[in-house]
């Protein structure tokens, strides 16, 4: 699976959107990009996952580059119950494992 | 979406014993699960892969014969640590997949986690 590259944290005004960057240059042809949080001492939450074309689901938008080199997700508004990791997994499709990385630290303040 | 579990939520053991971890899709199949390992402030970390009725694949330096995985079922897998010692307390976390769901994308859907101490 492709590697990713993350921010190790980044904060947010409550209300404001939240843009996290991932990078993942080696990223293969059939290779999804799925993003997926954890908040403290919980199982890590589904947000989103894409392969070329932008996609928007209830919880998130998730922007690719044409070059699909990196990707943003996007959280509209967030509130203070969004602050938790952020990992970015680059995977192919049916029964792969997913390998974490570091993941983003997101903390939503006031 | 779908729901996993995981019991027991936390569990205290002493040095030598064994411990059981369950992990149950609620509402669909798997045939396929994956054990994690999270260590405080690090990443998850893939243990190894349970396949329904078969033998699981375990990652690169993880002992099979101390992480013991049974995957009776397609709604359950069991994590067995053997002989428990401190450094193998952790938090454990599977995932499963939907067998019935015919999607060529890898979504996974995660248990809570149990938080494992050994004394």
């Known amino acids: 699976d492709a590697k990713t590259t993350q921010p190790t944290s980044m904060d947010c005004a409550e209300g404001r959107a939240a843009n996290l960057p991932c990078n993942h240059s080696?990223?293969?042809?059939?290779?999804?990009v799925y993003w997926y949080r954890q908040i403290h001492s919980q199982g890590p939450q589904y947000i989103i996952h894409g392969l070329k074309n932008n996609e928007t689901n209830e919880m998130a938008s998730l922007i690719i580059t044409e070059d699909r080199k990196s990707s943003t997700l996007i959280l509209p508004h967030a509130t203070l119950r969004d602050t938790a990791v952020y990992y970015c997994?680059?995977?192919?499709?049916?029964?792969?494992?997913?390998?974490f990385g570091t993941g983003t630290r997101l903390q939503v303040t006031l | 979406g779908a729901v996993v579990s995981q019991h027991p939520s936390r569990v205290i053991c002493k040095s030598g014993t064994s411990v059981k971890i369950e992990c149950r899709s609620l509402d669909f199949q798997a045939t396929t699960m994956f054990w994690y390992r999270q260590f405080p402030k690090q990443s998850l970390m893939l243990m190894a892969t349970?396949?329904?009725?078969?033998?699981?694949?375990?990652e690169q330096g993880v002992e099979k014969d101390k992480f013991l995985i049974n995957h009776a079922s397609l709604t359950l897998s069991t994590l067995t640590v053997t002989s428990a010692h401190p450094e193998d307390s952790s938090f454990y976390i599977c995932?499963?997949?939907?067998?019935?769901?015919?999607?060529?994308?890898?979504?996974?859907?995660f248990g809570p986690g149990t938080r494992l101490t050994v004394l």
């Open positions: 349970s396949n329904e009725g078969s033998k699981a694949t375990y």
């Open positions: 997994i680059v995977s192919t499709g049916t029964a792969s494992k997913l390998t």
């Open positions: 080696t990223i293969s042809g059939n290779e999804y």
């Open positions: 995932s499963a997949r939907d067998s019935r769901v015919e999607v060529a994308y890898n979504e996974q859907f």
